[in-house]
Antibody, heavy 121, light 107 residues
């Protein structure tokens, strides 16, 4: 069974940093692209970032490009999102999601339960 | 970016009713569209991919159709467990975007 477990969320002040982690199990992480998707409380879904199986391709939404960095460690079955220069508008539940292919096909096939990031002074 | 417009944004229907949600893309995306279900307090789940293919294990009362710019998601007979918000999402390019969601409630 595919399992994705996010951690690392919390309360942070504007301008601060957080590193989210996604621990994976039940599948071979090195065979799939992975994503981060966020959802502000009571709002819709917003794609944040994606990374191909070998980290060769990384994509970012305009809203986070230059501030967030996605990475992965296939040996540790983990995906990460380093978030710097956080803004209040980054407040959201952050979900880790698995694609169906090595490259960025753009499918969110499986999802974790999410971790809440709150940016507030 | 490709804009995805869903309608209605919310609806109320009775158990057994046919429910239809539409999704319009701001440009031609062929069949590069997925549908997701998000129940309250839960993560989204992929229901339909490539506009019309049901993911394994998804009940057959769910269906999708369309191509180009206009897409439709249908629940043929609404069940109490279908209470959720439904999102369309395009993957025509890697600037991935979702529709605003359609909240389905029981009347």
């Amino acid at each position: 069974e595919v399992q994705l477990v996010e951690s690392g969320g919390g309360l942070v002040r504007p301008g601060g940093s957080l590193r989210l982690s996604c621990a994976t199990s039940g599948f071979m992480l090195e065979n799939y692209a992975m994503y981060w998707v966020r959802q502000a409380p009571g709002k819709g879904l917003e794609w944040v970032s994606g990374i191909s199986w070998n980290s060769g391709t990384r994509e970012y939404a305009d809203s986070v490009r230059g501030r967030f960095t996605i990475s992965r460690d296939n040996a540790k079955n983990s995906v990460y999102l380093q978030m710097n220069s956080l803004r209040e508008e980054d407040t959201a539940f952050y979900y880790c999601s698995k694609d169906v292919a090595l490259g960025l096909r753009g499918w969110f096939d499986s999802w974790g339960q999410g971790t809440l990031v709150a940016v507030s002074s | 970016d490709i804009q995805m417009t869903q309608s209605p944004s919310s609806l109320s229907a009775s158990v057994g009713d046919r429910v239809t949600i539409t999704c319009q893309a701001s440009q031609d995306i062929d069949k590069s569209l997925n549908w997701y279900q998000q129940k309250p307090g839960k993560a989204p789940k992929l229901l339909i991919y490539d506009a019309s293919t049901l993911k394994t294990g998804v009940p057959s009362r769910f269906s999708g159709s369309g191509s180009g710019t206009d897409f439709t998601f249908t629940i043929s007979s609404l069940q109490p467990e279908d209470i959720a918000t439904y999102y369309c999402q395009q993957f025509h390019n890697l600037r991935l975007t979702f529709g605003g969601g359609a909240k389905v409630e029981i009347k």
